[in-house]
């Protein structure tokens, strides 16, 4: 009997842990499919990129010409890693921003959001230059105006 008092003692003890564990998993994982909203007065602007490729991204350029960034885009992002990128505006109006990356072979990944009172959107986002019929960019909003969430997945080499 003693035995399997101490097991139940065990077991009541390792299940809450276990579920906490798995909780915070799952918590954290959320994290990264959204970026969530952030606290300021005006719009803003979540992107969550995503290098699915075996070769890294150089930050070649970037542009917030509205607003400001409270998470600018990294100068490195590894192969499949992600990224959250953030930005806002005290412009009620909206605010917009693009990141541009350099890719192995001469090829760029622009990812591109924009977020007005009337139009949320990510067109824009494109591949540019050598090699880039190698590669492509899957991308969605998640939610829009006055705080968006948008991902995006680099996908393919040459």
Known sequence: MRINARRRVALFIALPATALAVTGFAVAAAGVATAGTMPTSGPTIAMTISNDTDLPMVLAGSSNPYGQWMQAPSDY???????????????????????????PG??????????????????????????????GISSWIDSGYPNMNAGYHLYGQP
């Open 77 to 103: 992002l590894a192969p499949h890693s992600s990224q959250i990128v953030k930005a806002y505006s005290n412009d009620p109006n909206g605010v917009e921003v693009d990141a541009t990356y350099a890719l």
């Open 106 to 135: 001469g090829a760029q990944a622009v990812f591109r959001a924009d977020n007005y009172n009337n139009m949320t959107d990510v067109d824009g986002t494109r591949i540019d230059g050598n090699f880039g019929h190698g590669y």
